[in-house]
């Protein structure tokens, strides 16, 4: 199992709000799993997705160089089960940014229908809180390959709207990953 | 400025949401770690809170001064030394450091701040 909880941005305004979508497929194992019989959505995963396209938001803040991890869900709440072939569609705004981490606000719906909503808190690792002895968790190329798998570069743009660029952000190689 | 009741409420509601304790726990004297559970992570969260309520800017280390409990100058054997605890009552004029003074173990600050405490730190906050 591959570790994307999201398929593609359909929105993404730095510092602002993005919106990502996720399509539902009874070809994915856990619908299998969750539930025998009764193939739905784990709200776990939900979360999951919420948290990544949250965590991308965030992470561009910090020119997509810094660790910024998942800290807190401060609220999460669920209204519906998610079903095969159905579309989540996860809207996360920014509600505040810090130099030491971010919370986010987001709603995940199936059309019109409004299935979670959540905050959470994410928080930005920098030497301060080292927790690998300065080697970093991933490589860049890594990031940048899933960044582009998601097309955050295919409709990234700041506030006054000019597009964002992957040449802008440092994600080449620099140094050796644990 | 607020009156004290009313930056109370505030701060109660603060630490209602960020710690998902109930109204009456949370009395001025309470402890944030101590009595209401308070993990390293819910001192990011309160400071959001305590921003947004307050439309305030509180700056890392200024809630709680992690850089002296982690400075070799201020630190020896877990405790904080005399120069130590006087930077302390220097960043933290909204504390009652007195209980800390008497046994200055680093980890006995955190378990030490009550809520009154933060109250205290938003009406110095608000008065600067």
Redesign the interface.
């Known amino acids: 199992m591959r570790w994307f909880w999201i398929d593609r941005f359909t929105e993404f305004v730095c510092d602002s709000h993005a919106v990502a979508v996720k399509g539902v497929s009874l070809a994915e194992p856990h619908m299998h799993e969750h539930i025998v019989g009764y193939p739905i959505m784990p709200n776990s995963l939900v979360t999951e997705g919420i948290a990544q396209a949250g965590g991308l938001l965030v992470s561009e803040h910090y020119g997509f160089s810094e660790l910024v991890v998942l800290a807190k869900l401060a609220k999460v709440s669920f209204h519906s089960y998610v079903r095969n072939g159905e579309t989540l569609t996860y809207r996360v705004t920014v509600d505040s940014l810090r130099r030491d981490g971010a919370v986010v606000s987001a709603t995940a719906r199936v059309g019109e229908r409004l299935h979670a909503e959540a905050q959470l808190f994410f928080a930005r690792l920098d030497e301060s809180n080292d927790v690998t002895g300065g080697v970093p968790l991933f490589r860049p190329r890594d990031l940048r390959h899933w960044l582009q798998l998601v097309g955050v570069f295919e409709v990234g743009v700041r506030q006054d709207g000019t597009r964002i660029r992957e040449a802008e952000y440092p994600l080449v190689e620099t140094s050796a990953v644990v | 400025m607020p009156s004290s009741e009313e930056i109370f409420d505030k701060v109660r509601e603060a630490l209602v949401?960020?710690l998902g304790v109930d109204d009456d726990e949370v009395t001025p004297q309470a402890t944030l770690q101590g009595d209401l559970d308070a993990e390293s992570?819910?001192f990011?969260?309160i400071?959001?809170r305590l921003?947004?309520a307050f439309d305030i800017k509180i700056e890392?280390g200024e809630l709680f001064p992690e850089d002296i409990l982690t400075n070799v100058d201020y630190v020896q054997d877990g405790k904080v030394n005399a120069e130590g605890v006087a930077k302390l009552k220097e960043r933290m004029p909204f504390a009652d450091l007195s209980k800390f003074e008497s046994n200055p173990i680093v980890q006995n600050l955190a378990q030490e701040l009550t809520v009154q405490d933060m109250c205290n730190f938003v009406e110095h906050k608000l008065a600067a």
């Open positions: 949401d960020a992570i819910d990011l969260d400071v959001f921003e947004k890392r």
